[in-house]
């Protein structure tokens, strides 16, 4: 596995390596929305180096499971949480694709999601996996929403990507917008935005 180094994010310190998404705005526009209550169960799906996952957990979650389909980034997330002394009955670290090897009727308090939302098809090493969202920017996240089962959703999405596709969806449709935020940097505009489902 590749050698971690030590980085800080919004006052957190990270493992990082060169096969590991480096947090940048999206994560930290994210990170402005979330909201956690305590003893909240909460999913980090694409936790890379587990900053948002370890924000949870600082605001009061009682346990967070982190998926990531990158070996190199389930790496830094066990590594990012031994860094911040977090309890280990607090946290699981899983390595697949989504959902696809989580329970299929558990339901979260809360799933956080910073999707690889660019419009890419480029899957010939682990780091492209952080930013190729398929041909039209939006099939990673359209395929969480399809088997997620959460009362709140936090997620980002780009104006690069196909957002009239994403929120026709009826699997987008099925939540309301709750807060939403948004920076725009240079040609393209990140939006961080909070699903929310009463059923």
């Not at 947090?23 to 909201?35: F, K």
């Amino acid at each position: 596995m590749a050698g971690n180094r030590i980085i800080e994010v919004a006052g957190y310190r990270l493992c990082i390596n060169e096969n590991t998404y480096e947090p940048a705005e999206d994560s930290t526009l994210l990170m402005s929305i979330i909201n956690i209550k305590p003893k909240e169960k909460v999913l980090d799906m694409g936790s890379g180096s587990g900053l948002l996952g370890l924000y949870a957990i600082m605001l009061g979650a009682s346990n967070v499971t982190f998926v990531d389909i990158n070996p190199f980034a389930s790496e830094s997330t066990l590594c990012t949480l031994n860094l911040n002394k977090v309890e280990p009955y607090r946290f699981e670290v899983i390595n697949c694709d989504l959902l696809s090897c989580l329970r299929p009727n558990i339901v979260y308090d809360v799933a956080i999601f910073n999707p690889p939302y660019l419009p890419f098809e480029e899957y010939d090493s682990w780091i492209k996996y952080s930013w190729s969202g398929g041909k039209d920017g939006v099939t990673v996240i359209e395929k969480f929403l399809k088997v997620i089962k959460a009362k709140r959703i936090y997620t980002v999405l780009s104006s690069l990507s196909d957002l009239d596709k994403l929120f026709g969806s009826p699997y987008f449709s099925k939540y309301k917008i709750g807060k939403r935020k948004e920076i725009t940097i240079g040609y393209e505009t990140i939006i961080s935005m909070e699903l929310v489902n009463d059923d």
